[in-house]
């Protein structure tokens, strides 16, 4: 461990709890509109588009659009099939940018600042550039640069994104550490060479969650928290 | 200036004095290894071979490397001509990374911390994204995150890195600011829409500097220094 340089982070679910933020966001919305919505439902249809919508760009049905493009046409759906009708067109474009104001888990900042001190930490996620950016201004998130899909112009788990960043940060796969909630993201960093932490989230989609609620592989760290990860590493 | 979002700082002699960093450098390497040159020489050199190195990208006559291989391929031809032989490929590759060692000006950090406060704060640099990364760690500088040559896989002034950073970031080319002590630069910025301001810094390239050692066109702000910058707009 001792040669390690960066800790990469997925970010949503990871590092923000997306689920209760836009839910938060979209209620503040609908009172504001006054319009009645089951907004846990519309947040959950929302985020159920996003490996779909990834997929296609993946596979190669379609050239290469970012997550902001696949969640604003998710989002244009859902306002029809959710009958909220009659937002203007910069309505529409404000509620996507939800996904920019996303709150941190309680451990999040203090845990990812302990981090900083010894190691490079940075974003390892599908987001945008610019949701990254406005997401760490919102959240206090201290990270040394954004890495993210937008770069390499491709998701993951494309080989792309984890051989993308390596060579951007000019390191060897095993002086990364990918820190994830998500047993996925973690198996193919590890298929590259990178370094691996659990970070358990088992409320990421809500109470009722079912994948995800613990670590599938012997990773090389588990723990409850960023924080704990810190504590792990001696920051 | 009330819609800026970001401030966008070109790196090399803007934010950082290169050449007193590497002729220190190189000078401390020289008395380690009993090696008499004259080190300020070899720096300008050095530095000469920046922008004809970038240029046989830019033209197409070869295909895309970042900065690091062009210093590095200009490192071995003068390591010839200086006279300097019999280093190891280890010691040659860490040679080279002088340039993600450099020291900040003095109003750097406390200048761009300060503007950080209400706008995103970016590199906007010909670097790569390594040697800027690992700078703002030797440095402390507290950038927002690191756009440079490396993402658009183009130099400056080559217009994918000024739309291309305006992509990125999501914003319009008038909500975004850059800040440089090159007159090229944000000339070139301008031809596209973003705002400017000249940041002084007449000893960049030593005591005998001859070219931008003044604003030769009406940029948004004039100023010596990025602390100046931050109060200029109220930081």
Redesign the interface.
């Known amino acids: 461990m001792d040669s390690i340089k960066a800790i990469l982070f997925d970010t949503f679910g990871t590092v923000v709890d997306w689920r209760t933020s836009i839910v938060r966001q979209l209620s503040e919305f609908g009172n504001r509109k006054e319009i009645q919505v089951d907004w846990e439902s519309f947040t959950d249809a929302w985020r159920a588009g996003y490996h779909p919508g990834m997929d296609r760009v993946r596979s190669g049905q379609r050239p290469w659009v970012n997550i902001?493009i696949i969640h604003r046409e998710r989002l244009n759906e859902l306002l029809a099939q959710f009958s909220v009708a009659a937002l203007t067109e910069s309505e529409k474009e404000d509620l996507n940018k939800v996904w920019y104001r996303l709150n941190p888990w309680p451990d999040s900042v203090q845990g990812i600042a302990r981090l900083k001190q010894r190691y490079?930490v940075?974003t390892f996620s599908n987001g945008?550039?610019?949701?990254?950016?406005?997401m760490?201004?919102y959240g206090g998130l201290p990270?040394?640069?954004?890495f993210c899909a937008?770069?390499v112009r491709h998701f993951k788990p494309d080989p792309e994104t984890y051989l993308g960043v390596v060579e951007?940060?000019?390191?060897k796969p095993q002086e990364v550490m990918l820190a994830a909630a998500h047993n996925y993201d973690l198996r193919h960093a590890q298929i590259h060479g990178i370094r691996t932490a659990y970070i358990n989230r088992p409320t990421e989609f809500g109470p009722n969650q079912t994948t995800d609620l613990k670590p599938e592989c012997d990773w090389d760290i588990v723990v409850d928290h960023i924080s704990l990860l810190a504590d792990k590493l001696g920051c």
Chains 1, 2 share one sequence.
Not at 128 to 134: D, G, H, K, W, Y
Not at 143 to 146: A, N
Not at 168 to 171: A, C, E, I, K, P
Request: hydrophobic share 55%; aromatic share 14%; net charge negative.
């Open positions: 902001d490079i940075s945008s550039f610019a949701c990254l950016v406005n760490a201004k990270w040394d640069c954004i937008d770069i951007f940060l000019g390191v």
